[in-house]
């Protein structure tokens, strides 16, 4: 993270190609990072070959939030993950994405 973002408003989306797959291992396996305390929300989803994704039940918001791959991808592992905004809050609307970090 570096404070450089990228709005996400609502349905506004980006996928994000890792070079090395994040497998589902103990605890979290992705840890997103949001700026601005404004509680905009984004979907994330995410995918073993950028064509099929499976969308994770829980949201991202706040500053940090971190996921678990187990829900969408028990015993696989993931190479792409896709950042879409749900909703337009705060002063400068939409989901403000500074990174996406692999934990496993």
């Known amino acids: ?3 450089r973002t ?3 408003g609502v349905g ?7 070079f090395r797959e994040i497998p589902n291992g103990p605890g ?4 997103i990072y949001e700026v601005g305390p404004d509680g905009a929300r984004a979907a ?3 995918s073993q070959d950028g064509v099929d994704y499976v969308e994770l039940t829980e949201t991202a ?7 678990e791959l187990d829900e969408a991808l028990p015993e696989g592992k ?4 896709r950042v879409r905004g749900v909703d337009d809050r ?6 403000d994405l500074d990174a996406v970090e692999a934990l496993n």
């Open 1 to 3: 993270p570096d404070g």
């Open 6 to 8: 990228v709005a996400l």
């Open 12 to 18: 506004a989306y980006v996928i994000l190609r890792f």
């Open 28 to 31: 979290p396996d992705l840890r």
């Open 44 to 46: 994330i989803a995410v």
């Open 61 to 67: 918001s706040g500053p940090t939030t971190e996921l």
């Open 78 to 81: 993931v190479r792409f993950v």
């Open 90 to 95: 705060g002063d400068e609307p939409g989901f």
